[in-house]
């Protein structure tokens, strides 16, 4: 079985972080993931602190497992949220969209992991000054918020760049992409797109069906114009913002309000003509919905059996 320096430091059985998406990654898909050995994350996304105190204690009701909850940082909530993460000593807290530095000692006090989503090797080397655990090295093939480097190429510079541990994310859904995580350094990885149908999934089942349904070239990256670039799913709605996006009568402002609740719209209503369907380029990988316990098993065997066989390439 792979067991690595972040299944020690977290105390969960599989090198496996399930990724935190807005208004998807819920009580119930982190329950499950925790549950099936890696470490689920409940995601803060824009919601208020209430809610997310909410799904940390439903979760616990589900689990005994090691849990995460992602807090970003662009959130108007995010300092009520950051200190819910405290007040319930959450073992592990992820970060994206901004610095962590304000609440970082308040986290550590509380014995919290701190592992932020980085996506460059100068931001890992920030958050580890800063007293970063680890950090969760992300590309730009995953879905939802995306930066400029490809997985391949950031992750050996990210683990050149700190001591901490690196997990690698972006463009990973079977074992393959787990044992060339392994390969390029990285001690595990976070996977979004291929939890989207997990059975403990509770996103819409047209989102589900557009995840299996889907190929290699069926993603786009828009938002590029905004500074905050999006990948998801070809849609009406993902084709039609990216047209506007180089129209340039059509102001920013204007631009952000086009998008506002469509993530929300795909996840909870299955919206096909208004809703952003995020997700990652691997979802051509993905052909059926399974429980978060058969995701994981299969990708953690199928990354052990390659493995097993890399000492044929070496003569």
């Known amino acids: 079985m792979i067991n690595s320096k972040i299944c020690d430091l977290l105390g969960i059985t599989y090198p ?15 329950a499950a993931v925790s549950n099936a050995g890696g470490l689920g994350i409940i995601a803060g996304g824009s919601a208020p602190a209430a809610y997310v105190r909410e799904q940390i204690h439903q979760a616990r009701q589900l ?17 009520e949220v950051a200190e819910v993460v405290a007040q319930e000593k959450v073992p592990v807290v992820t ?25 460059s090797s100068g931001i890992a080397k920030v958050v580890e000054r800063l007293g970063a655990t680890a950090v969760v090295a992300e590309g730009g093939e995953s879905g939802g918020h995306i930066g400029d480097l490809t997985t391949m190429s950031l992750i050996p510079q990210v683990c050149d760049a700190v001591s901490i541990p690196v997990l690698a994310a972006g463009g990973i859904g079977d074992g393959r992409g787990v044992a060339a995580a392994l390969m390029l350094g990285a001690c595990g990885v976070q996977m979004g797109t291929r939890f989207l149908v997990a059975e403990e999934c509770s996103i819409h ?40 996006e180089y129209d ?14 469509a993530l929300r719209l795909a ?19 993905v052909h059926a919905e399974q429980s978060a316990e058969e995701i994981i098993t299969e990708v953690m065997g199928e990354a052990e059996e390659l493995l097993r066989k890399a000492s044929a390439w070496v003569v």
């Open 267 to 285: 996840a909870h209503d299955g919206d096909e003509e208004a809703g952003c369907f995020m997700a990652g380029q691997i979802s051509g990988l």
């Open 248 to 261: 340039s009568s059509i102001t920013n402002e204007e631009l952000e309000k086009l998008g506002e609740g």
């Open 16 to 30: 496996i972080f399930q990724g935190a998406m807005a208004w998807i990654s819920d009580a119930q898909l982190a």
């Open 205 to 244: 089942p047209s989102y589900k069906a557009k995840i299996i349904a889907a190929k290699d070239i069926d993603t786009i990256a828009t938002g590029k114009r905004l500074g905050h670039p999006v990948r998801s799913l070809k849609t009406p709605f993902s084709k039609g913002f990216f047209d506007r």
């Open 95 to 119: 970060t994206g969209a901004g610095s962590p530095a304000p609440y970082m000692a308040t986290w550590r006090e509380a014995g919290c992991a701190v592992i932020p989503v980085v996506p």
């Open 63 to 79: 689990t005994d497992r090691p849990l995460g909850v992602n807090v970003m940082l662009m959130s108007p909530f995010a300092a």
